[in-house]
């Protein structure tokens, strides 16, 4: 009988996985505040014995400077349980350059300071010569960081880039990411960088390392970064309706962006997840069922476990060629 890409698991998540790798805005926070569900449920998964890991593709901020934001919103955090896009870059640029290279360090101090931990020596200027360039977001950025960036890989030296995320949701809206800012550079000199943040497996490898975790879940509300970063990782990833990708997206998600689990918010780690099964075309959890006739999804049910059977029956039908049309998903009003 086929099988949904979409697993189940008999006990809570939380129980089921060693350690979470857990994304930031989206999820334990949106701007300025903490999603109501994200610290009772990060402390209970805690007292479950899950260790927790913050992964985030943020590279203007030190690890010690996250910590303390994530614990003056009620869910304590000591600085070796975060992982940055910067401190993931310089580690991977460890392994490709030689020791105390040189580098133009485009961004914050959290970029700088995970370089110069590593060895590397930062030069000002392209006229330096630098082995490598190293680009990570910082509001502050400016044409100058820029051109000298571009001054410099036309000189010859590597282009590694903290993440490659076109856009970055704020309480405004949405923003410029470090990818847009690093496609200028892009664009200048033709090289395309050496990303060390999510999608790419390189920070989801290193967390779980981190805590010598056996059987990681990565935890994420980007299908784009967090999920596929964890199909990249080979790892198992669920996603939560609190911040970017909704119910529709996932329903509509893409192979390689496609979660194991699903959940309305980090409250689901204290939950089983049924596991959709089929019987005959329809897709069924518990009192939920979906199946797809035609381009038309048919979803019967409401809640989270009706998102899950509409998930089984669109990818099956997608996997098989044919994509369900996106006017017939229901509104299935989850998230928290």
Known sequence: MPESMLKGTDGPLQEAFDAALVDLDGVAYRGPQAIPSAPPALQAARDAGMSIVFVTNNASREPHEVADHLSSLGIPTDPDEVLTAAQALARLMAGDLEPAATVLAVGGKGLRTALTELGFTLVASAQDNPDAVAQGFVPEI???????????????????????????????????????????????????????????????????????????????????????????????????????????????????????????????????????????????????????????????????????????????????????????????????
């Open 142 to 336: 400016s044409w100058r960081d820029l051109a000298e960036a571009a001054y410099a890989v036309q000189g010859g030296a590597r282009f590694f880039a903290t993440n490659l995320d076109l856009t970055l949701p704020n309480e405004r809206g949405i923003a410029p990411g470090n990818g847009s800012l690093v496609g200028a550079v892009v664009h200048a000199t033709g090289v395309n960088p050496t990303a060390a943040g999510k999608p790419e497996p390189t920070m989801f490898h290193l967390a779980a390392a981190s805590v010598a975790s056996e059987k990681p879940l990565a935890i994420g509300d980007r299908l784009d970064t967090d999920l596929k970063g964890a199909r990249a990782a080979g790892m198992p990833g669920l996603l939560v309706f609190t911040g970017v990708s909704s119910a529709a997206d996932a329903v509509l998600a893409p192979r390689d962006q496609r979660p194991s689990y699903v959940g309305e918010n980090l409250e689901c780690l204290a939950e089983s997840h049924p596991a959709p099964r089929l019987e005959g075309a329809t897709w069924i959890v518990r009192a939920a069922s979906a199946f797809v006739d035609g381009r038309r999804l048919n979803v019967t049910g409401s809640g989270i476990d009706a998102v899950r059977a509409a998930c089984a029956a669109a990818w099956a039908s997608a996997d098989g060629g044919v994509q369900v049309d996106g006017g017939t998903i229901p509104d299935f009003r989850v998230g928290s």
